[in-house]
């Protein structure tokens, strides 16, 4: 790696194949040196999970001027950590998660794998930033967002970010209109219900995939991340590590006296 | 189960058979039903993570009146989850995880089995309580922390938590001095580092085993999580699934321009 230039760790949670994640390399690649630390399959859904079981490894995929790939028997969380220690050999200017095939607004940011390694980033002193399109096909079109991939990286390179905060950036799915613009939001209130779908063993036990509908608490709220996503604007919300409720202290002093 | 009493759903990260868990079932008994549904074995590390990519089960290892114990294959997020769709029946009264084997203080809430399926709760709109003591021993001594687990839950159960707000409840190891009280407090900032220790396969690969120490980047701050564990206090720290930093929303605007 060129030291001279900005270095870009890069990971994501749909595993090192992903079109998402390759075709961040090729946006991004402009910008500085590249190092890919990414699970070597899929891992949706880890959230911030990490693997204190059983012993990790990676191996080298690709290694020429500017980019280095490696993939990784861990989580994407594992992967940041493993990346800092052993590969990356400086700190890395930035940490970029995705581009994540589905959209990881609202709570979804509690469990998305995306989120994770861009949360360990940030505990880690490092400006990091999620990217995640609304569209969950492995061929989905990620070129309406190359342009504000670039541009949100490069403003965080130049930039930075304040300490603590990451950035949850999310697209629309592509479509003929492109894109009104850029939307900074807080986080939808939303749940997910519905989430098991039942089906039989051959031997009659019951079994349980996780499935589910999202249900935003508060559609008509246009300051939120969900409500720009469904009306055509990519959303940007800054992410806190402190998740303190510090509104709820004062009214919780009273246990003190416990 | 009776629908007169409170019904209480626990669970944890470190599996059905950890004492922690069948110590809290214990001290929790007096105060309505219980329904278990647990890891059937240790998930330490699990955040909020969630399995999509194949199906679930569980069993019901023990039913008598007041109380139900299930084992589920599972991430502790998925056991509440599934406990509620399938099992609970009713709305449950609060939602407890622990008490784990190991703090949760300060960034770990990240990384936290324990905690991931206190926030479920949280966000299926349950107030939810995470309870973890400083000593990750499989025969670790929770008696000291009885009391306060029981008037902690009590009094959520009584009063209820704030919307889109839970409890972390950290308990020092226990010593012959005893704790000296309970403290509301705030996340400690703190970070993990030198965190992979490299061992050889025995055909030559390299191996990395999770592992790290954690550091207090404030460790004089009398008002966290980390200064009350290690001054002989019950840490309660409340933390909000809304994640977004308002703070750093004004800061960002200029990225609508783009």
């Given at each position: 790696m060129n030291g001279m230039k900005p270095l870009l760790?890069?990971?994501?949670?749909?595993?090192?194949?992903?079109?998402?994640?390759?075709?961040?390399?090729?946006?991004?690649?402009?910008?500085?040196?590249?190092?890919?630390?990414a699970p070597d399959g899929p891992r949706s859904g880890s959230a911030c999970a990490i693997t204190s079981d059983v012993p990790l490894r990676y191996r080298?995929?690709?290694?020429?001027?500017?980019?280095?790939?490696?993939?990784?028997?861990?989580?994407?969380?594992?992967?940041?950590?493993?990346?800092?220690?052993?590969?990356?050999?400086?700190?890395?200017?930035?940490?970029?998660?995705?581009?994540?095939?589905?959209?990881?607004?609202?709570?979804?940011?509690?469990?998305?794998?995306?989120?994770g390694l861009v949360l360990e980033g940030c505990m880690k002193g490092i400006p990091?930033?999620?990217?995640?399109?609304?569209?969950?096909?492995?061929?989905?079109?990620f070129s309406l967002a190359a342009p504000y991939v670039r541009a949100v990286v490069q403003r965080v390179l130049d930039g930075g970010l304040p300490s603590g905060v990451c950035l949850n950036v999310n697209f629309p799915k592509a479509s003929a209109g492109g894109y009104r613009g850029l939307k900074v939001c807080r986080m939808a209130r939303g749940t997910w219900s519905a989430e098991w779908f039942e089906t039989l063993h051959p031997r009659g036990r019951k079994y349980f995939w996780l499935t589910g509908a999202f249900q935003n608490l508060e559609p008509e709220s246009a300051d939120t991340d969900s409500w720009a996503l469904a009306n055509g604007y990519v959303s940007v919300v800054p992410i806190g590590i402190d998740m303190t409720a510090y509104q709820a202290m004062d009214g919780l002093k009273s246990l003190e006296d416990l």
């Open positions: 760790l890069l990971s994501n949670d749909d595993g090192v194949q992903a079109k998402g994640l390759n075709e961040l390399i090729g946006m991004l690649s402009p910008l500085g040196d590249i190092l890919v630390m080298v995929l690709d290694e020429k001027p500017g980019l280095k790939v490696c993939a990784c028997s861990g989580t994407p969380t594992d992967c940041v950590k493993l990346a800092l220690e052993q590969e990356a050999g400086r700190k890395p200017d930035i940490v970029v998660g995705g581009i994540n095939h589905g959209d990881n607004a609202s709570v979804s940011v509690h469990y998305s794998g995306t989120m990091s930033v999620g990217l995640s399109l609304c569209d969950t096909a492995a061929d989905a079109d």
